[in-house]
């Protein structure tokens, strides 16, 4: 069994919704720089009461949140997942503004050189939290941190897609072909042409 060592390339995609309500990815971009990356699934629960005790208890997942701690996210993106307006190179904030929906996909290393890798398909970002900090004796680095909602779009019937190369059916060319594009069914592979 190996072990989990490493986060690394991470991939954003922009989705665009067509008319006709389907959803169309753009090309994954990598982001460098990722220092961690965090899944956590929401849960909704209930539970049955009945002869003065618990006869049954529920939870299921109504959404992922992800925290993306990066050295810095592209303002090309940061902009894009707020959905703020950029005029002559001068981007202005406001209360209108309407955040985007993406892809985000990443990499974790393991020993052994085996490897995780997932897309989550359907995303909406909180606005971006940066710390910047003053350099006094020592230099101090600012970093960007992301909070996320995944969601389970009724047009993928699916929150994620992911895959472990320690899996026996898991192959080198399906690896390879993972970040490509944002796969959205069960068959990895790279975009078509």
């Known amino acids: 069994?190996?072990?989990?060592?490493?986060?690394?390339?991470?991939?954003?995609?922009?989705i665009t919704e067509s008319p006709n309500e389907t959803l169309e990815?753009?090309?994954?971009?990598?982001v460098a720089g990722a220092m961690?990356?965090?899944?956590?699934?929401?849960?909704?629960?209930?539970?049955l009461y009945g002869d003065?005790?618990?006869?049954?208890?529920?939870?299921?997942?109504?959404?992922?949140?992800?925290?993306?701690n990066l050295n810095k996210l592209p303002s090309k993106?940061?902009?894009?997942?707020?959905?703020?307006?950029?005029?002559?190179g001068v981007e202005s904030g406001t209360s209108k503004d309407e955040p985007k929906p993406f892809a985000i996909?990443?990499?974790?290393?393991?020993?052994?050189?085996k490897k995780e890798m997932i897309w989550f398909l359907y995303c909406i970002a909180e606005p971006i939290q940066e710390?910047?900090?003053?350099?006094?004796?020592?230099?101090?680095?600012?970093?960007?941190t992301i909070t996320i909602s995944a969601l389970e779009?009724?047009?993928?019937?699916?929150?994620?897609?992911f895959i472990d190369t320690e899996d026996e059916e898991i192959t080198e060319e399906m690896a390879d072909d993972f970040f490509k594009q944002v796969q959205v069914t069960d068959v990895i592979a790279a975009p078509a042409g």
């Open 1 to 14: 069994m190996e072990v989990k060592i490493n986060v690394q390339n991470v991939h954003l995609a922009e």
């Open 25 to 30: 990815y753009g090309a994954p971009e990598h």
């Open 36 to 47: 961690e990356m965090g899944k956590a699934p929401q849960l909704a629960s209930g539970q």
């Open 52 to 68: 003065g005790k618990i006869t049954n208890q529920t939870s299921r997942k109504v959404r992922y949140q992800i925290t993306a």
């Open 77 to 88: 993106w940061r902009r894009y997942m707020e959905g703020v307006t950029v005029k002559n």
């Open 105 to 113: 996909g990443w990499e974790v290393g393991k020993t052994g050189g």
């Open 131 to 144: 710390t910047v900090k003053q350099s006094e004796e020592n230099i101090n680095y600012s970093t960007d």
């Open 153 to 161: 779009d009724a047009r993928l019937g699916r929150y994620y897609t």
